[in-house]
């Protein structure tokens, strides 16, 4: 049993969990089907309207945080290219979810270190410090920096003034 009767995550039991799942012993949960069970319509297509777009958005997001799922590194993307990441990338891949409090996945529309990735994060979102680093260590030519177009990033939950 992976809680106790304190609702308390028992942590080896979920880190031999997280191991089967890895080693492909154990099946995982497809977040979008686990967000639409706990009440949340995600249409495969997006609302139209731009208002519905938004709060739709912020539904889905906010489900993920219920399930244990962050998304950082958005406000490069508009509110369509967020929920086409989340609805046909990021929340179809089979994962194993947090039984409970202390374990949170963390997704990024960035990728995984591709040069247009690398790209992403050093105009919007490494600091003077990162972007010499770079600089320096790679020997590249950095793109100038630029605000990004959106300004969710510091709203997103995990991400505010009262995260931890």
Known sequence: MLIDDDDEVDPIAEAERMDRFFDGEEPGEVPLEVLRENGIGIPAKPPAGETELRAKLWEIIEGMADIGMVVENTDHLSDLELYRYL???????????????????????????SAEDNQIYLRYYADDEYREMWRRDFGAVLPPRETPPCDRDRFLPGHGPLAS
């Open 87 to 113: 609805v046909d990338d990021a929340l179809i891949e089979e994962t194993v979810l947090p039984m409970g409090p202390g374990g949170t996945w963390h997704l990024s529309p960035i990728g995984s270190g």
